[in-house]
């Protein structure tokens, strides 16, 4: 059972950006507004790993290797999570995913990013 659907990848060159978003899957409860949402993404060939978070009052957290280029941010009313990644680099090439903080199942197909000269 998914429960986020990712959108917003795709292909871009260095320097250039992208927003993602990820949205609650309809079968959600329209009560349910996690503690604390989170952007993952899994690079070739490395496991899945926590990119950023955002909890309900807005306080964020980035992996140093994109803090001051991403920027997480989310609309409690309209269930959505977005990512905002500026001044791409290569090494950001990954699927991208969003999830419940510290939740390891119920995880979407993700959505591709690729940055690439």
């Known amino acids: 059972q998914v429960h986020f659907v990712e959108s917003g990848g795709g292909t871009v060159q260095p320097g250039e950006s992208l927003r993602l978003s990820c949205r609650a899957s309809?079968?959600?409860?329209?009560?349910?507004?996690?503690?604390?949402m989170a952007w993952y993404r899994q690079r070739p060939g490395k496991q899945r790993e926590v990119v950023a978070s955002?909890?309900?009052?807005?306080?964020?957290n980035y992996v140093d290797s994109v803090r001051g280029r991403f920027t997480i941010s989310r609309d409690n009313a309209r269930k959505t999570t977005y990512l905002q990644m500026n001044s791409l680099k290569p090494e950001d090439t990954a699927v991208y995913y969003c999830?419940?903080?510290?939740?390891?199942?119920?995880w979407g197909q993700g959505t591709q990013v690729t940055v690439s000269p």
């Open positions: 999830n419940v903080e510290g939740l390891d199942r119920d």
């Open positions: 309809r079968m959600i409860s329209s009560t349910y507004n996690p503690a604390t």
């Open positions: 955002i909890t309900r009052d807005r306080t964020t």
